[in-house]
């Protein structure tokens, strides 16, 4: 099956620091990825889509200039955190799409910010 | 928008039948059924999806009311490895986004 790996699976920073998560697509073709971000004991929420070679579409109330987006190949899309606060610590997922609009997961980033 | 209903959590044996039931009685014509599960601090994982027709694959068996306004997901011999939220969804509009409602948390157990 399609495979999307995520990196890096864990990351510890400093307040104000800014941290970037990885989504590749390792066997297909991706012009669409997504992603969520997941609090503890709750579902997935769904934070932007990622267009390749556009601007992503960013949810309702989430920041676009808190959370960076950049989807510059058809197998990469990176979601850079900028100045990380202890409230933006969260499992960070994201996801590719592929044929018939089945989405692939990556295993998630689990973003510490002390 | 579609939207789906499950039960919050369900318990079975393991080597049992477990059977996820899921309400989207808003469902339109041209929207699929898809099924993914989440174990516990990984990324949910594609399990099935279907139009009208049941459906089956190496993981479950998808079946969906004649008036698709319901399904139910059927993974015929449990393991404890199957312990995961299952989530039930259709697709949004047609840009494939996918919104996570709050799912069956299932339980198998010895």
């Known amino acids: 099956g399609a495979v999307v790996s995520q990196h890096p699976s864990w990351v510890i920073c400093k307040s104000g620091t800014s941290v970037k998560i990885e989504c590749r697509s390792l066997?297909?073709?991706?012009?669409?990825m997504f992603w969520y971000r997941q609090f503890p004991k709750q579902s997935l929420m769904l934070m932007a889509t990622s267009n390749e070679g556009s601007k992503a579409t960013y949810e309702q109330g989430v920041e676009k200039d808190k959370f960076l987006i950049n989807h510059a190949s058809l197998t990469l899309s990176t979601l850079t955190v900028t100045s990380a606060h202890p409230e933006d610590s969260s499992f960070y997922i994201c996801?590719?799409?592929?044929?018939?609009?089945?989405?692939?997961f990556g295993a998630g980033t689990r973003l510490s910010v002390l | 928008d579609a939207k789906t209903t499950q039960p919050t959590s369900m318990d079975c044996a393991e080597g049992r039948a477990a059977n996820l039931p899921c309400n989207h009685s808003t469902i339109s014509g041209n929207e699929y059924v898809y099924w993914y599960r989440q174990i516990h601090s990984q990324g949910p994982q594609y399990i099935i999806h279907?139009?009208?027709n049941n459906e089956t694959n190496e993981m479950a068996s998808l079946i969906i009311t004649e008036d698709r306004k319901s399904s139910t997901l059927i993974l015929p011999h449990a393991t404890l490895r199957d312990t995961a939220v299952y989530y039930c969804m259709m697709i949004y509009n047609q840009g494939g986004k996918l919104i996570f409602g709050q799912g069956t948390e299932l339980s198998v157990k010895p």
């Open positions: 996801s590719a799409g592929g044929q018939i609009n089945i989405q692939y």
């Open positions: 279907g139009l009208k």
């Open positions: 066997d297909f073709q991706a012009t669409t």
